[in-house]
């Protein structure tokens, strides 16, 4: 199993195709249209998103959009065997929204199941194809972030287990002075898909403020894997990408760290584009690099992430990961979001 494609519903697929093209290097691949809604394909190296918007009320995505902001409707996965995925899926108590299609054009199969909230997941069969690749191209889709409601976690780790056959890897309990978070890492059978869910741990809490924007449990953001996130952030910077902003002391604090395994020089570079690292102790050149854009849309829900995992580093480091809880804190400060609990 891996992450075949992301379906985003949006108010005017042209503008988003636009976007991810003049800011992020995707390339358009297809154009359709029929009579309620609008879609537009996009890819950048073995990454693929598709964005929908509807010409009229009738449109999915028009009823999508009146329950929610834009954001991810869809998660394709790719399978071996579809007849077989959708039969345990079912078994394992999802409901089945469309059973085993087949796409005459491409031989490909797919069928699709609802999943948490408004969520669904399209499984798919088809002939791999490789991807083509550029210097500033994203290797792949590193994780999706899924957020769920409080007290939720528990009952969501339990559904991807039975309905996909997901398996429960690290935990977190992020908390600060004034927020707080609790996170599961769920990963495939395979362990190419990383799904971490999120549930708040406090009323304040930045996954609160996502739900209550978001009208309910969402996905919150997508990782996009790149070769070298440092000239890759360079890149986007240019073309107008908005990064959440980390300060000067994060990179002191960092070098304060025993084992820093960066030269003087890179490290001088990686503060310059504000990128969080994380290493193991054990295995220090294994390395996580790691940004995070601003919200695309105009409500504070869905973001980006851009990813470097050097020498096969895996998993998630703690110390990024309260790095970006307490940078999200900084936003919702700014928004006037976050009070202390």
């Not at 590193?142 to 997901?166: C, I, K, R, S």
Request: with cysteine; hydrophobic share 40%; charged share 20%.
């Amino acid at each position: 199993m891996k992450i075949d494609r992301v379906h985003f519903y949006v108010e005017n697929a042209q503008a988003s195709r636009d976007w991810f093209i003049n800011q992020l290097g995707f390339q358009s691949v297809a154009s359709s249209e029929d009579w309620h809604t609008c879609t537009e394909v996009i890819n950048n190296g073995a990454v693929c998103f598709v964005l929908s918007s509807p010409l009229n009320i009738t449109s999915p995505v028009a009823k999508f959009l009146n329950q929610h902001p834009p954001g991810v409707a869809d998660i394709a996965f790719s399978v071996d065997d579809v007849e077989k995925a959708i039969a345990l899926a079912s078994f394992g108590g999802a409901k089945v929204l469309e059973n085993v299609q087949i796409d005459t054009a491409n031989g490909s199969k797919w069928a699709k199941i609802s999943a948490w909230g408004s969520l669904t997941h399209t499984l798919v069969e088809k002939v791999e194809k490789e991807p083509i690749f550029s210097p500033s191209s994203f290797t792949g889709i590193d994780h999706v972030v899924l957020n769920v409601e409080a007290g939720d976690l528990d009952p969501a780790v339990t559904w991807y287990q039975d309905t996909l056959g997901f398996q429960a890897k690290q935990a977190f309990k992020i908390q600060t002075e004034r927020s707080a978070l609790h996170s599961q890492v769920m990963v495939s059978p395979n362990n190419q898909v990383q799904f971490p869910i999120n549930q708040p741990a406090s009323p304040n809490s930045q996954i609160q403020e996502f739900l209550d924007a978001n009208k309910g449990a969402g996905i919150q953001h997508i990782a996009l894997e790149t070769a070298n996130i440092i000239s890759a952030i360079a890149q986007f910077r240019r073309c107008g990408v908005d990064f959440l902003p980390v300060p000067p002391s994060y990179y002191t604090q960092l070098q304060q760290r025993p084992g820093l395994p960066l030269r003087v020089t890179e490290l001088a570079e990686i503060a310059e584009h504000e990128i969080l690292v994380d290493w193991q102790p054990t295995v220090p050149q294994a390395i996580l690099l790691q940004t995070f854009t601003q919200p695309i849309f105009s409500q504070p829900t869905f973001f980006l992430e851009i990813i470097e995992r050097r020498q096969q580093a895996r998993g998630f480091g703690e110390g990024n990961f309260r790095a970006l809880f307490e940078a999200i804190e900084r936003e919702q400060l700014k928004r006037g979001s976050l009070q202390d609990f």
